[in-house]
Each structure stands twice: as C-alpha cells, then as structure tokens.
C-alpha cells in the first residue's frame, strides 16, 4: 500500500466519527437510551398506522436516521432482551423465551458482557430505570439502579376487567387510571428527567425502559380523546390468511387466551383495541418528549447519542391474531432511530438491520472498543450512506431451529421441521402469498437459507413459555 492509500485508509477506517472539531474517542460522547415495550411500526416516522400521533417520536427521527426495516432478535420480550444486551443470538444461548433476570446470569447470555456492563468498563457511569432487560435489570447490570424486583412492572389495574378475563395474560384494554401521574412510564421519564438535571463529571449511559404499549392497554383519558373511535382504522386484514402456511407456522404462532380477529369482528371490539394500543402509544410518546425535552435544556444534546427501540413488534388482529410471538412481519419489525453528533438528521434507511446490532453500534458511535463476542453489525455505515447496498440479513428467532430471515425485499422462514415460507414484501407488505414451493423463486430461497444460524443451541432450562401452547417436544414446561 502506498502512503496516500494508507492515509486515505487510516482516515476512512480509523477515526472515522466525529463529535463536533474533536474524534470520537476523545469526545466521549454521553448515550441515551430509550427503550419501549411492545410498540409496533405505528409511529409517524414509520407510518405504521394513519391514525397514530407521535410527534415526540418523529422530533427523534427527523434529528436522527431510522432503520425503517428493523426486527427483533426473536418475538418476545425476554429473548428479545437477552440477545439486545448480550450481543449474542438466541441460537447462540439457549434463551429462547422468558427468563427472569436472576436466572439469566446462569446461561451463556449472561456470562459474556452486557453492553451497560461494557460501557461501564470503559469508563462511563451507567445509569437505568425502568423495563430494560425482561424484568428490570439483573443484578450489576447498572451502577445504578432505580427499582427493585419487587416493583411493580405495570401500571394499576381497575378492580374488576373492562373487556377480557381470561387467565394467563394481561390483556385488556379501556381507560385507566384518571391521572397521569399514577402511571409508571411517567414516574420513569420524571427519573430521567431528573438525571439529566445532575452534573455529571464523566461519560454517562442512562437507560430508561417504557412499559407502554405492552398489555394491558390502560391509560388516561386524555390519551383516548387523542383517537376518535369513529376515526379508527382497522389493520388490512384477509380471511383464511393461514390457510397457505405450513402447520408447523399455525403451531408456533398460536396464543391460547388471546383475542383473534373474528372474535373482535363479531363483538365489536376491533377499533377500540386498535384506539387503546394508539392511545397508549401516544402516552408512551409523550413520556419520550418529557425526556428528550430535558435532554435539548441539558446542555448535553450536543455530546450525546441517542438510541431509541421497541423490543419487537405486534399484531393487532392481522392473521387473525392480536400478538407477538410469531415469525412475521408484524411481530418481528421495530422502531429503531439512532442520532449521533457529527451524522446528519431526519435520513431513513431500508438496510435490513437487527436490535442485535445495538450493542456494536453504539460502542462505534462512542469509540469505545468492539466486543469481539458480538454477534450483531455495527450500522454505522449506513447512518454515514443510507443507501448503501448491505449484506447483512435481520434474522429473527423464535423457540429451538425456528428461523426467520428479512433481507431488504424477502422474509424467508425454517421452522424446525423443516417446513418453510417466503414472502416479496415489497410486492405483498401483509405477508397474504406464501412463495416457498413456487419455483420461480428457488435461487432467492437458497440464497437467503445460507444466512440461517448454523449454531442452535438446546432451550436454556431457566427460559420458560406463557400464554402460548408450546410447539415443540423440545421445549420445556410452562413454569409460570
Ligand atoms: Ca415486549
């Protein structure tokens, strides 16, 4: 290599983010995490939905770059979770499904490196409260911690259901409590206003974790009112939608206790869930504005990153489900926004990327050294070229050898018994045209097969199902 190639090379490949006149490494950029639980693409940077309205959501957005064809990890807040702050896969652990924090230190997820935990050994203070790991946090996740085990995850409940009783789940949906103030995302966005109040002498990582819009769909007035229901859309919907996916899909994606969309059809019930979900969302958005508002008083915008993600995504009746825990497209993309100082703003990218790739990402954004364990991509480059061609399928993973990949235009699904389906989602975004036997579509299958994990792992026995019959001999029990 010659000396101007190597210039050029240490230029482009060194110290390739800047904050501001300095290189990343030495501005040591504070990060902002906001995580929510739950939320679908129904936000207006995404949109998701015609009715949403997420004007603190879409500030983010238009300072930042979104990743518009984000999945999860696998379809479920625990797995989800465990693979975001590990950087290790669920094939990679065994974590498949729930897992209680302090169980989670006993799998391969929990003896590499957290990503707070890596922040934290290189120098930041790390700070979190809320719904971050499936739980809260497990022990030493965080310096600082604010909660306990024994606080409550969800907000309060009326004494008696308003529309849906059945055992196993928290689901239902209406208006609950009265004041805003009894909900405990805005207790959570007050600690994080509060946080960026303090002074703080070093680097600092300060994580807070949204419960909304997870079930139960509660929230004040004020939030419905923001909905009318006579306004309210209901998602694009097919009868016998499943009629085309192998049973192995049916068994994976089936939720016992859960509302299906015939159901909601017949009662009624479809536009209020849709209205309760919207007007959770917009509460839960409001909660983000109360921070990012704090974040702009702070001073510390301008030498902070700031990353916001929803574990996964959900559906609210497509295929005749109202649920997570499947392999498709409703379930499996989430919102994902980056800023960063030095990147440009209000910039969308359609480069497939995973919530596994938070961990490498964020250590390049804030030049801390990259943890050779991760099993996620860096995105930087594609915050720098939004358009660039990327080679790095999303894969999603739901229970043992259940794989979906999402390239830029395919979803292509193995299920452990080796069944399949493939989808154009540019063509058919609602996923209703299973294309895995036609042959005209062979190459694009076998291409996107080499991307399936070669590694899976048996079920970890501390990772435990609900509200889902499980599908597989391999599973372990329910042990709620
Ligand atoms: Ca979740």
């Given at each position: 290599m010659n000396y101007f190639r190597l210039i050029a090379c240490?230029?482009?490949?060194?110290?390739?983010?800047?904050?501001?006149?300095?290189?990343i490494e030495e501005s040591r950029p504070n990060l902002l995490m906001i995580s929510i639980d739950d939320m679908n693409d129904w936000v207006g940077f995404m949109n998701g939905h015609p009715n949403t309205k997420t004007p603190h959501m879409d500030r983010l957005a238009a300072q930042g770059t979104v990743f518009m064809n984000a999945h999860t990890a696998s379809p479920h807040c625990?797995?989800?979770?465990?693979?975001?702050w590990s950087g290790l896969r669920p094939s990679s652990t065994g974590v498949y499904a729930h897992i209680n924090d302090e169980n989670l230190v006993k799998t391969p997820a929990g003896q590499g490196i957290f990503l707070s935990n890596w922040f934290e050994n290189n120098g930041y203070k790390t700070i979190g409260k809320g719904k971050l790991f499936h739980h809260?946090?497990?022990?030493?996740?965080?310096?600082?911690?604010?909660?306990?085990?024994e606080t409550p995850r969800f907000g309060p409940k009326p004494a008696k259901r308003f529309k849906w009783d059945t055992k196993g789940t928290g689901t239902d949906w209406g208006v609950y409590p009265e004041r805003d103030e009894d909900m405990p995302d805005i207790q959570a966005a007050e600690w994080a206003v509060e946080q960026l109040k303090q002074k703080h002498d070093e680097p600092f990582f300060l994580a807070v974790g949204f419960v909304l819009p997870h079930?139960?769909?509660?929230?004040?007035?004020?939030?419905?009112?923001?909905?009318?229901?006579?306004?309210?859309?209901?998602p694009p919907y097919l009868k016998g939608d499943q009629d085309d996916v192998p049973p192995m899909a049916r068994k994976v994606a089936e939720m016992l206790h859960m509302p299906t969309a015939d159901w909601a059809k017949e009662s009624g019930e479809w536009k209020q869930i849709v209205q309760a979900y919207l007007a959770t969302i917009s509460m839960v958005d409001h909660c983000v504005g109360m921070v990012l508002d704090e974040l702009e008083r702070s001073g510390y915008a301008e030498n902070t990153v700031v990353v916001l993600w929803?574990?996964?995504?959900?559906?609210?009746?497509?295929?005749?489900?109202?649920?997570?825990?499947?392999?498709?497209?409703?379930?499996?993309?989430?919102?994902?926004?980056?800023?960063a100082p030095g990147f440009k703003g209000g910039q969308a990218t359609q480069g497939p990327a995973s919530l596994m790739d938070l961990y490498p990402t964020l250590l390049e954004l804030c030049g801390l050294p990259a943890n050779p364990?991760?099993?996620?991509?860096?995105?930087?480059?594609?915050?720098?070229?939004p358009q660039l061609e990327w080679a790095h399928p999303a894969i999603t993973t739901y229970g043992e050898n259940n794989h979906a990949v999402r390239s830029q235009r395919y979803r292509y699904i193995r299920y452990e018994d080796g069944s399949e389906e493939l989808y154009d989602s540019q063509n058919d975004p609602n996923e209703w045209k299973n294309l895995a036997d036609n042959?005209?579509?062979?190459?694009?299958?076998?291409?996107?097969?080499q991307s399936l994990p070669k590694i899976n792992q048996p079920w970890s026995p501390y990772s435990y199902l609900r509200c889902n019959e499980y599908f597989t001999a391999k599973s372990p029990p329910d042990k709620k």
């Open positions: 240490v230029s482009l490949c060194g110290s390739t983010v800047w904050s501001g006149a300095k290189p625990g797995p989800s979770r465990t693979a975001l809260w946090a497990p022990d030493g996740a965080f310096m600082e911690f604010d909660g306990t085990r079930v139960p769909w509660y929230a004040p007035q004020k939030w419905f009112d923001l909905h009318p229901l006579d306004s309210i859309e209901t929803s574990d996964h995504g959900y559906h609210l009746g497509e295929k005749n489900r109202f649920a997570k825990q499947s392999l498709w497209e409703r379930a499996t993309r989430t919102p994902l926004i980056f800023t364990k991760n099993e996620g991509v860096s995105l930087v480059p594609l915050m720098r070229d042959p005209e579509y062979a190459e694009i299958k076998k291409g996107l097969k």
